[in-house]
T-cell receptor, first 113, second 113 residues
């Protein structure tokens, strides 16, 4: 069973609020990822990190930001949430090597009113 | 052109039949390929990875890779109703600071009892 945790699981907030989605893993993985997925749609990579203090933007442009101060922690922040940010956010970490598995958290479903 | 192309389905097969899922990709630099299964409302979980041309078998599942044709497939033998889910094809490319895993839209499989 994967040891990767996301909080909150569900969040409903008003427009303009600042939110942080937490993601933590206890597997010691260097590589971590944030994906965004709308219902019935594909996973879009929005951010990734290959180690402490290294973050990169993914394929889908996002107004969110991420940080990687500790190996186990990869939070995602939206400074001013908007209804267009309503989505499911999935965090993952990857085991070593090009064939290493992505382990996903249970996701954070964000609704911005 | 999307980096990973899949038919979104649904693909319906009777119980006990072989389900054939296909995927093409556009980046010849991709090093490894993955099949993930995602049940409705759940996070993706790894079924198989493959990185060499040819076939790879694991129980009822066989992954096939043809790098010249940029084509990946997944065969599910003796399909069961519990196999009903969305199957995501993904590719990985890892080089220094470039550590991306990119997903297709997924093919929805329905196994009819």
């Amino acid at each position: 069973e994967a040891d990767i945790y996301q909080t909150p699981r569900y969040l409903v907030i008003g427009t303009g609020k600042k939110i942080t989605l937490e993601c933590s893993q206890t597997m010691g993985h260097d590589k971590m990822y944030w994906y965004q997925q709308d219902p019935g749609m594909e996973l879009h990579l929005i951010h990734y990190s290959y180690g402490v203090n290294s973050t990169e933007k993914g394929d889908l442009s996002s107004e969110s930001t991420v940080s990687r101060i500790r190996t186990e922690h990869f939070p995602l922040t939206l400074e001013s949430a908007r209804p267009s940010h309503t989505s499911q956010y999935l965090c993952a970490s990857k085991s070593v090597g090009p064939t290493g598995e992505l382990f996903f958290g249970e996701g954070s479903r964000l609704t911005v009113l | 052109q999307k980096e990973v192309e899949q038919n979104s389905g649904p693909l319906s097969v009777p119980e006990g039949a072989i389900a054939s899922l296909n995927c093409t990709y556009s980046d010849r630099g991709s090093q490894s390929f993955f099949w993930y299964r995602q049940y409705s409302g759940k996070s993706p979980e790894l079924i198989m990875f493959i990185y060499s041309n040819g076939d790879k078998e694991d129980g009822r599942f066989t992954a096939q890779l043809n790098k010249a044709s940029q084509y990946v497939s997944l065969l599910i033998r003796d399909s069961q109703p519990s196999d009903s889910a969305t199957y995501l094809c993904a590719k990985g490319r890892f080089s220094g600071g470039y550590q991306k895993v990119t997903f297709g839209i997924g093919t929805k499989l329905q196994v009819i009892p």
